[in-house]
């Protein structure tokens, strides 16, 4: 639970010193609870209240890294319940799992599978992150497979296994790679502990009861393994394992049980891919830190990339785009220009049909502060005036001999006034971006 | 030391809607379906009772689609020729809990069919089927009101949920849904003022809130889904809290919004990297009906069998408890 400014100012020395910069004691206590300032500045303050507010400071949620500095997957650090109270942090990680009983050619025909699924939307690149090695055979069957893998991808590696000498060995040939180890209950968490430890690896925590977890995450701290992740078993009905994700992330956030405040994790079990993509789909929504998969289609990856993609996007900051002229194919001075906003959504969503279309096209994009064509209108950001004064800065009467241009369907009502103020002629495109094509072939 | 729960005490339920009329109530449905009537978020039933499942009701169209991909239309057939043959389709074969009759031939920029007709397509449908029936126009204001009325009356009894009303376009429909029994969709643009608003005007005219379901206006995934997902989750939140004016039940268009996606329609000659086109338009459109399922969905309207029968069996997993 967060300290507030009164909270914080009871462990201050409540002299009023002005050291700190701050014209008394309570304003520097109300400055250091929107952690605005930090508590560095008072140079009197007690050791009580440096360990109190230190503890403040750490994240309900800790953060977990997975990986090597080049393909690290950060995940927890979460601080809201409901992504409108403030925004999700670090999207959920998401991996497959390969079996070691798999031969080795098939592995790399997998991996060479997995390391074309990212694709390109909205102006962002999606990509998977993680590769789950799962032990089903023997310690040195799996610690080949890790060797096999490890000198084929680069991405995160989960180490599937109860062996504790296959894990050593594994985590020998991965030695900086900081892979997760997969899982310690209440029987192997001495000596996954350790081996995590000695590895500077984060830890899975697989605990047989509800009961028994502050248990483990407890111990394992005390082993001297701070980076925890917590597994829930899917093998549960899917309402209890919503139920209990919901519950650990209100445990962390709304309680601050440091016991239970890490990312949790999602192991799918084998089910038809179809199936196993729309449960996926509920933990990307109820606070999955990690999901392993073991479908890798490129629909149901495509799907499940794109709802962690709408999941985690910052609420208060629509994805926007750069606001001016952009050519799109190769133009000249008689292509159409047409206009748009600058919310990422729209712009990629029109400029996907301009260039189905096959027609050299302008697209002007006008800073509508990342809203939609509608919305924006609404809202007065997407007015004549804004269009107008966006055309003369854009540069577009150099590059063009016309003076057409086209505008979405939905704002047509604007059509006279712009054309007032813009000296432009205003042509009225079609409402959804769907028409575009057709709209662009009838034009030459 | 054990875990002790964090459990959310709410003051407030959801509204119970009910569409449908059997004989013994003046319809001629065979059975009704109730939504809504929830005491907690979705699926934590250890914080209040569910009493009502989410329900899926099928899509159809008065007119052949012209614009819907050949995975969608394949998986239906001939049928869709024909919303009767289509509605007995999607009862039978289906099994869907509700059909939705969208007239989208009434539209003025399509076919303007004429009301006659319009109203002979909802009298043959609902004489066909035994389940439930959702009504939508086409969505252009004036020609709903000319059309919507009279079908509303000629259904008369029978407890249908029709719409759609907005903020400056509820009053003929709402008085139509009143002298005639039926139940009304409030549409508003991702904009949870206006959803209360226009339920507080639509109560203002006497038609009690139980008969009211919010249309969130919800976008495909991948097409702003998170916007109607967040003010999903805020009007459920308050509604729980207490606020009467949000605690409908929510109706979420999906499979209109998903097969419009790129995704859903694309073929895997034009995106070979996006996979096989059947299994990637079936899932976009369960998954977008997935994860507003997670938000508090208590109605999704969607198109494709397979999406449809997907969504139930999770529907059923999750309701398991």
Known sequence: ?444 | MALELVKEKWSNAVSTLTIGAIKEEGGTRQKVVQCGGEESLPFLFSEGKIPHRPVIAMEILDTPPDDWPLTLTSALGSAIKNPVEWAIKCEKEFKADLLCLRLAGAHPDAQNKPVDHLVKVVIDVLKVTTIPLILVGCGEDKRDNEVLPRCSQAAKGEKILIGEVVQDNYKTLTASVLADGHSIIAQSPIDINIAKQLNILITDMSLPHERIAINPTVGALGYGLEYAYSIMERARLAALSGDKMLAMPFICFVGYEAWRAKEAKALVSEFPSWGAELDRGVTWEALTATAFLQSGANIMVMRHPKSAELVRNHIDELMRG
């Open chain 1, 1 to 444: 639970m967060a300290l507030s400014g009164l909270d914080i100012y009871k462990l201050l020395p409540k002299t009023n010193c002005r050291e700190c910069g701050f014209p008394t004691c309570l304003a520097f206590a109300l400055s250091l609870a929107k952690k605005a300032v930090s508590l560095e500045k008072c140079p009197y303050v007690s050791k009580e209240a440096k360990q109190a507010l230190d503890a403040q400071s750490q994240p309900p949620i800790r953060l977990a890294l997975i990986g090597d500095e080049k393909n690290k997957s950060e995940i927890g650090n979460e601080t809201v319940m409901f992504r409108h109270e403030e925004k999700f942090h670090h999207p959920a990680a998401l991996g497959f799992i390969i079996e070691d009983s798999l031969l080795d050619t098939e592995i790399k025909e997998r991996l060479l599978k997995i390391g074309k699924l990212h694709f390109e939307r909205v102006g962002q690149h999606l990509k998977t992150d993680l590769i789950a090695i799962k032990q089903t055979k023997d310690t040195q069957r799996f610690i080949d497979v890790v060797t096999l893998i490890s000198g084929l991808t680069s991405v995160g590696i989960v180490l599937m296994s109860q062996d504790t000498k296959a894990l050593a060995g594994a985590l020998k040939i991965l030695a900086g790679k900081r892979p997760l180890v997969y899982a310690a209950n209440s029987q192997t968490i001495a000596d996954l502990s350790a081996l995590a430890k000695e590895n500077a690896s984060p830890l899975a925590i697989k605990a047989e009861s509800w009961d028994t977890l502050p248990e483990l995450t407890k111990k394992a701290n005390e082993l001297g393994v701070l980076d925890l992740v917590i597994d829930v078993d899917t093998k549960n009905q899917q309402a209890k394992v919503i139920a209990e994700m919901t519950q650990l992330r209100r445990l962390a956030l709304k309680k601050a049980n440091r016991a239970v405040g890490y990312p949790l994790m999602c192991v799918m079990d084998k089910l038809a891919s179809q199936a196993e993509v729309i449960r996926a789909g509920d933990y990307i929504a109820k606070y999955a830190g990690i999901i392993l998969l073991n479908t890798f289609e490129e629909w149901a990856v495509l799907a499940l990339l794109t709802l962690r993609q709408n999941i985690y996007t910052d609420p208060q900051k629509p994805l926007q785009i750069e606001s001016k002229l952009y050519a799109i194919g190769n133009t000249t001075e008689n292509s159409p220009a047409l206009v748009t906003t600058n919310f990422s959504l729209t712009y990629y969503t029109v400029l996907g049909e301009v260039e189905a279309s096959k027609v050299p096209t302008y697209i002007l994009s006008v800073n509508t502060e990342g809203m939609s064509v509608l919305t924006a209108w609404a809202a007065e950001k997407f007015t004549p005036e804004k269009i107008a004064e966006s055309l003369k800065k854009s540069g577009v009467e150099e590059k063009l001999k016309h003076r057409n241009l086209i505008i979405p369907g939905y704002v047509a009502v604007m059509s006279g006034d712009l054309e007032e103020k813009s000296g432009w002629k205003i042509v009225v495109g079609p409402k959804e971006a769907a028409g575009i094509p057709t709209f662009l072939k009838n034009l030459s």
